[in-house]
């Protein structure tokens, strides 16, 4: 038995019409436009990692919650359970060797059913594995030892077989290869090591596959990181080849970056691929997307929206959508159902903005307006808007209520037990 279907979404949007009702009547009412919007939100999804569907843990520990997925299956359950509510995560991305699918057929199966598809899958050589040969404490494609960046290579070719199996069309790198202490590693033979693995794992891209590249500015390592930013990424994605672009995790900026006018200039150059989101106060603090910095979020899918649109890009399919975080204190699967709508939010905000008067207040240098044209459309309520999306796509008006209505954590805790502890972080 299904712990949410049909039946229980229909059940809690009859409750909730009324008031949704005027909701977004009044708001067609002040605000024409949202109508021309709805479809673009509707086909608008968001991958959930598959390494978030369990309680993560810090340095510090780690404090499992009840009913966490113990296996592949599971987790595609748990995205498919989303899904069911918000018809707005329809992807799983998967991180090797964290689940493999062991008969990727009957994975494949199950997620159709369930109409969730397999985005980017992710390589794994910042941790050792039992029985690995090589040891990726002093890195993997960067590695000073030419037989350790052969085995992190090949990792990461066996990652593009498995997604190959089950239909993802992107492989993911993140590295945390870098160095903790000045003197311990040569950069510039660091950068060349990383190039030239990349170009290896490159070559093993299926000819519709493309490769994200993933950076970060700091941690594990705390001196240097060699895929450290947008400039070190975008080089080595020019240097790759057309099937190589940039990926963008909101966590992994120095503090006050301009993470929005990093997105407008690699969608400029036509090198971004994949995004991760999460949002964070320190650093990459992997907490709810925009639950520190909505208008930040805001900012971003103003950009993303501007440039797709200049580049003819379709919003929903050209880049790699997907949530990034981990959940320490909150149940994951409201915490990834909170992520997804703050997107929508956001993204629905960049929609409304009124583009040709920017542009003209940008022209004459009118700064204020400039200002008021964009806080209008953040300060405009389309929550209404975003749930009259969900409604006609057939998922729950307020997924988070219709969670919390239908006991879902306890039916998945009955199911699964108390003790289980999700593979990840
Ligand atoms: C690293 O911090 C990262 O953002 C990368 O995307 C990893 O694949 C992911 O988190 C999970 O560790
Ligand atoms: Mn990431």
């Not at 993933?214 to 080849?241: H, R, V």
């Not at 120095?254 to 999460?278: D, R, S, T, Y």
Request: glycine content about 6%.
């Amino acid at each position: 038995m299904n712990v949410i279907d049909k039946k229980h979404i229909d059940k809690h949007n009859d409750m909730h019409h009324e008031v949704h009702a005027r909701r977004w009547n009044n708001l067609k009412l002040d605000r024409p436009k949202v109508e021309s919007i709805v479809d673009k939100l509707a086909a608008f999804q968001v991958a959930i990692p598959s390494w978030a569907l369990g309680t993560g843990g810090t340095r510090f520990g780690r404090f499992s919650g009840p009913g966490e997925p113990g296996t592949l299956d599971e987790k595609v359950s748990d995205v498919g359970l989303l899904h069911a509510l918000n018809k707005s995560s329809g992807a799983i991305s998967l991180h090797i060797p964290w689940d493999i699918p062991d008969d990727p057929l009957r994975i494949k199966k199950l997620a159709e059913s369930l109409d969730i598809k397999f985005d980017a899958v992710n390589s794994n050589t910042f941790q050792d594995q039992p029985g690995q040969k090589h040891s990726y404490k002093f890195g993997s494609l960067q590695h000073v030892d030419q037989k350790v960046r052969d085995q992190a290579i090949a990792h990461n070719k066996e990652v593009i077989d498995y997604g190959a199996e089950l239909g993802s069309k992107s492989l993911t790198v993140w590295l945390a290869d870098g160095s903790s202490f000045p003197g311990q590693l040569n950069f510039r033979d660091a950068f060349e090591n990383t190039l030239d693995s990349l170009k290896q794992v490159y070559n093993h891209l299926p000819s519709d596959w493309r490769v994200f590249v993933e950076y970060k500015c700091f941690e594990p390592n705390f001196y240097s990181t060699t895929i450290a930013d947008w400039g070190q990424s975008l080089m080595l994605a020019n240097k790759l080849g057309k099937k190589a672009f940039t990926l963008v995790d909101l966590g992994h900026h120095l503090p006050n970056a301009n993470i929005e006018q990093i997105v407008a200039l690699l969608l400029m150059e036509q090198k971004l691929g994949g995004f991760h989101f999460n949002d964070s106060k320190y650093a990459d603090d992997d907490l709810t997307t925009g639950s520190i910095k909505p208008y930040q979020l805001f900012l971003i899918f103003n950009e993303l929206v501007d440039g797709m649109d200049r580049n003819g890009m379709d919003h929903a399919t050209s880049l790699g959508w997907m949530i990034d975080a981990a959940h320490n204190l909150k149940d994951p699967l409201v915490d990834l159902l909170q992520s997804v709508e703050a997107i929508m939010i956001a993204y629905a905000q960049a929609l409304m903005v009124d583009r040709e008067a920017l542009k003209v207040a940008q022209k004459n240098n009118d700064v204020s307006l400039a200002q008021e044209i964009l806080q209008d459309a953040y300060r405009t309520d389309l929550r209404p808007l975003v749930a009259e999306s969900r409604l006609r796509s057939g998922a729950a008006l307020n997924p988070v209520e219709c969670y919390v209505e239908n006991n879902i954590r306890q039916k998945l805790a009955d199911k699964r037990g108390v003790d289980v502890v999700a593979t990840g972080l």
